[in-house]
T-cell receptor
């Protein structure tokens, strides 16, 4: 987990509510990533950012939004438009973009009922 | 489209033996390949990177091979231990080379 903090570890929300997941890093890494992992599935990229004030959509961006106002922070908002939000969300950072190795946070398990 | 395949079946290996995991890919020629380890309920941890011009890479009890002709990487753990039990993910560059794509992973059980 190193210098990457994700909070909270478990999050419960009612359907129709937006929720923001926190990701903070003190590694001074430029690149940050958000992934979603479902049971028995690999990691799927939601959004990523190579530099402050810039970010790109990943493979499953619909229903999510992000901001990168500070180098240390890359919060992810799961909106009510996301059809199946219940999942394990992982934030990662890397010193630079690929092929630099990625460092992962401990994850947030979101349950929406 | 780019596709990564890892054995979806769990792999059971006796302690002390060599565990070999496979990562196959189709529809592109990656410049590198990465392997990560993930324990239940935790984020993945980077293990090794191998580039297309490297046939083999070693780190302690770990060995990775990269066969660009077969479009396959093999991940070996020698003298396996129960503590090696985890899910192992391979990852390759995604389109545009500014991201990586992960396979679904193979769960490895080392039996004492």
């Amino acid at each position: 987990d190193g210098g990457i903090t994700q909070s909270p570890k478990y999050l419960f929300r009612k359907e129709g509510q937006n929720v923001t997941l926190s990701c903070e890093q003190n590694l001074n890494h430029d690149a940050m990533y958000w992934y979603r992992q479902d049971p028995g599935q690999g990691l799927r990229l939601i959004y990523y950012s190579q530099i402050v004030n810039d970010f790109q959509k990943g493979d499953i961006a619909e229903g999510y939004s992000v901001s990168r106002e500070k180098k240390e922070s890359f919060p992810l908002t799961v909106t009510s438009a996301q059809k199946n939000p219940t999942a394990f969300y992982l934030c990662a950072t890397s010193l630079q973009g690929p092929p630099a190795e990625q460092y992962f946070g401990p994850g947030t398990r979101l349950t929406v009922t | 489209s780019q596709k990564i395949e890892q054995n979806s079946e769990a792999l059971n290996i006796q302690e002390g033996k060599t565990a070999t995991l496979t990562c196959n890919y189709t529809n592109y020629s990656p410049a590198y390949l990465q392997w990560y380890r993930q324990d239940p309920g935790r984020g993945p941890v980077f293990l090794l990177l191998i580039r297309e011009n490297e046939k083999e890479k070693r780190k302690e009890r770990l060995k990775v091979t990269f066969d660009t002709t077969l479009k396959q990487s093999l991940f070996h753990i020698t003298a396996s231990q129960p503590a090696d039990s985890a899910t192992y993910l391979c990852a390759l560059p995604g389109a545009g080379d500014d991201k990586i794509i992960f396979g679904k992973g193979t769960r490895l059980h080392i039996l004492p």
